[in-house]
């Protein structure tokens, strides 16, 4: 396989991903093929988390939210909530509202600037996370396991690398 992001690949026989979709020539380049695979990949991982937050009554995005709300361990803007999230929310107030209605979060408005709304975990909240820590870590194990501890540092440094073209992009 070439290096260059535009180069043809010049592997002509369906391998890996091409395979797996059954495509029968090769991709239009190195970029294409590993965008496809970033997404493949992130797709098969979430499979069994959506399954195990379902059964919670949760989706990824509000286990998310949870989770950087325990972070803090202080009442934080929704914008905050925004920022940290790992997808885009395009409506972070009504994300947090169904927290609310879930009796997971509580908002309340900041002393100083009356205009911003604050949300923190409840109890509930934090029991809910606090089930939710093992089998987490477990399906996250489970799933890299084949993996060796350099293998998964690499990918994180090469991941982490592919994210600052497409930050600059977007920001």
Avoid: W
Avoid at 81 to 98: A, K, M, Q
């Amino acid at each position: 396989m070439t290096s260059g992001g535009n180069d043809k690949t010049e592997n002509t026989t369906p391998r890996g991903l091409a395979r797996e979709l059954g495509k029968r020539g090769p991709f239009q380049s190195d970029a294409q093929e590993l965008y496809l695979n970033l997404l493949r990949t992130s797709e098969r991982l979430s499979e069994q988390f959506d399954a195990l937050f379902k059964a919670h009554g949760l989706s990824q995005t509000q286990y998310n939210a949870l989770r950087i709300l325990r972070g803090h361990a202080v009442p934080i803007s929704s914008g905050t909530v925004g920022r940290e999230l790992l997808n885009r929310e395009p409506d972070i107030t009504r994300l947090l509202d169904r927290l609310v209605k879930m009796k997971f979060v509580v908002r309340e408005r900041c002393e100083r600037d009356r205009r911003i709304m604050l949300a923190s975990l409840t109890p509930s909240g934090y029991e809910l996370l606090a089930e939710l820590d093992d089998p987490v870590s477990a399906l996250q194990a489970k799933q890299l396991k084949h993996m060796t501890r350099d293998e998964m540092r690499t990918m994180i440094d090469l991941l982490e690398r592919a994210r600052e073209g497409a930050a600059t992009d977007l920001d």
